[in-house]
């Protein structure tokens, strides 16, 4: 069931029919991390078999030869080939084929040495029977955390706990998005059914579904400060809702392809949103009114992948498909900077709490860390794969890295350098999160899993 009423559009605004994009999660994605990898095998070595004389008759045992004449068997002092008579033969060692080598237990041998990860988390969550695509730690408990996956589950569960576990149900598409409010009380599962399922966190009760869109939800946030929900949609739409009583508030009309990535600004007072059509809208909340569209020649020639609002509410910082970033002023609307360094696809930006830094994550294999004033790189952090996600641990001066790879790796933003690498999904990281206390550091993989690592000694 639709909504009771649909929010004004933008009266400036030509609203171009959609096309339905397809879900990423369950078809040829264009994110590289949502691919199917093969793993880089070398050729087996050609298998060995029993040396037999050329007119000894055929058995089930093999034959220990030796030539009379000390040449090898089957082959002349000048290379020519031989044959040995049956007089030639010394003994017969009879073996058994039991004992032989196989080669298909070599082969064995060796795909499970290639599959043995070191394990450096201090806890894993096995709940989720497929690819795990999203991960939130509450804000105000620091052992709970949310995750969702390609199984069209969610699961609340605790760091550490193997008991206390509350599945949340009622989706019947991959839950790719999930998030709880500022103040912990309430969390939300966003799906690709087109609907959004809010839990109590207290009473471990769904408070209510959020409903409208027919088409998939590619993200969600809550307000910075209230009980209201935002959720970018295949459809083009940008949905507002309030939690608390179910209600539909708004939706905001103008992109021409999926909403891809969105955000409150950290003071709560407008709303942007990034889309597949290669455009950053600036929304009033209230209205719904879109105040800024920013596109051309200055801006991204792809779609949009990610964007992160710096802490003032002064600016946006959007990575797209072309591997590009750019700096938005959100008053004026206008490109006013330009963050050259990738090389393809951009996935994810954050910006640090107690710097002026961003740090960006990229397909080409490589985290840069940049400084806003300045718009220079500080630090290039290099990869054995793409980065897929990332994360600023608090206030510290440590960012992490998720990668395609597998590993976790926390890099020192003053240096650059690598300050620790944690082993244990056996493919992409797909969502990083952080605990409240600044304790334990949550990834979640398309290997079905989620672990936690230990970064106390990080704070």
């Known amino acids: 069931?639709?909504?009771?009423?649909?929010?004004?559009?933008?009266?400036?605004?030509?609203?171009?029919?959609?096309?339905?994009?397809?879900?990423?999660?369950?078809?040829?994605?264009?994110?590289?991390?949502?691919?199917?990898?093969?793993?880089?095998?070398?050729?087996?070595?050609?298998?060995?078999?029993?040396?037999?004389?050329?007119?000894?008759?055929?058995?089930?045992?093999?034959?220990?030869?030796?030539?009379?004449?000390?040449?090898?068997?089957?082959?002349g002092s000048d290379g020519e080939e031989v044959f040995i008579d049956d007089?030639?033969?010394?003994?017969?060692?009879?073996?058994?084929?039991?004992?032989?080598?196989?080669?298909?237990?070599?082969?064995?041998?060796?795909?499970?040495?290639?599959?043995?990860?070191?394990?450096?988390?201090?806890?894993?969550?096995?709940?989720?029977?497929?690819?795990?695509?999203?991960a939130a730690c509450s804000p105000t408990d620091a052992s709970l955390v949310v995750s969702g996956g390609k199984d069209d589950r969610g699961f609340l569960w605790r760091i550490g706990s193997a008991e206390d576990v509350q599945e949340l149900p009622g989706h019947k598409d991959t839950v790719c998005t999930v998030a709880f409010s500022s103040d912990g009380k309430l969390v939300a599962c966003g799906s690709m059914d087109g609907q959004i399922n809010v839990w109590n966190t207290a009473t471990r009760t769904l408070q209510g579904t959020l409903e409208g869109s027919d088409s998939g939800f590619e993200w969600l946030k809550w307000h910075p400060r209230g009980h209201l929900i935002i959720a970018g949609s295949e459809d083009c739409n940008v949905w507002m809702w309030n939690a608390d009583h179910n209600a539909f508030l708004n939706t905001f009309a103008g992109h021409s392809s999926t909403v891809t990535c969105g955000d409150f600004t950290p003071d709560g007072?407008?709303?942007?949103?990034?889309?597949?059509d290669a455009t950053l809208r600036i929304w009033d909340p209230k209205s719904a009114q879109c105040r800024h569209v920013v596109r051309g020649h200055s801006y991204h020639t792809q779609g949009l992948t990610c964007l992160a609002v710096t802490w003032d509410s002064q600016s946006i910082v959007s990575g797209s498909q072309d591997s590009s970033v750019?700096?938005?002023?959100?008053?004026?609307?206008?490109?006013?900077?330009?963050?050259?360094?990738?090389?393809?696809?951009?996935?994810?930006?954050?910006?640090?709490?107690?710097?002026?830094?961003?740090?960006?994550?990229?397909i080409d294999q490589t985290l840069i860390i940049w400084d806003l004033a300045h718009?220079?790189?500080?630090?290039?952090?290099?990869?054995?794969?793409?980065?897929?996600?990332?994360?600023?641990?608090?206030?510290?001066?440590?960012?992490v890295s998720g990668c395609v790879d597998g590993t976790v790796r926390i890099w020192d933003s003053l240096s650059g350098e690598l300050a620790r690498t944690f082993s244990g999904h056996s493919d992409a990281v797909q969502s990083l999160a952080v605990s409240a206390d600044g304790n334990s550091l949550v990834s979640v993989s398309s290997?079905?899993?989620?672990?936690?690592?230990?970064?106390?000694?990080?704070k």
């Open 1 to 75: 069931m639709g909504p009771d009423r649909v929010g004004p559009y933008a009266l400036d605004l030509e609203t171009p029919s959609c096309p339905v994009m397809p879900c990423p999660h369950h078809s040829a994605a264009p994110a590289a991390f949502f691919l199917p990898r093969r793993r880089a095998t070398s050729s087996p070595p050609p298998q060995t078999q029993p040396t037999t004389a050329a007119k000894t008759p055929a058995t089930p045992a093999a034959a220990a030869i030796m030539s009379i004449t000390g040449e090898v068997p089957g082959e």
């Open 87 to 134: 007089e030639d033969i010394i003994n017969e060692i009879p073996l058994d084929e039991e004992d032989l080598p196989d080669q298909d237990d070599d082969d064995e041998q060796e795909e499970d040495m290639m599959d043995e990860v070191e394990d450096h988390s201090a806890y894993a969550f096995h709940g989720h029977t497929d690819e795990v695509f999203a």
């Open 269 to 276: 007072k407008l709303i942007c949103s990034g889309s597949d």
């Open 326 to 362: 750019h700096i938005v002023s959100i008053n004026s609307g206008q490109v006013v900077g330009s963050l050259v360094g990738h090389t393809n696809s951009v996935e994810c930006i954050g910006i640090s709490p107690r710097y002026n830094w961003v740090a960006t994550g990229s």
């Open 375 to 399: 718009q220079a790189i500080r630090s290039t952090c290099e990869h054995d794969e793409g980065v897929t996600c990332l994360a600023w641990l608090g206030s510290s001066r440590y960012v």
């Open 447 to 458: 290997d079905k899993s989620a672990r936690v690592f230990d970064i106390s000694m990080f």
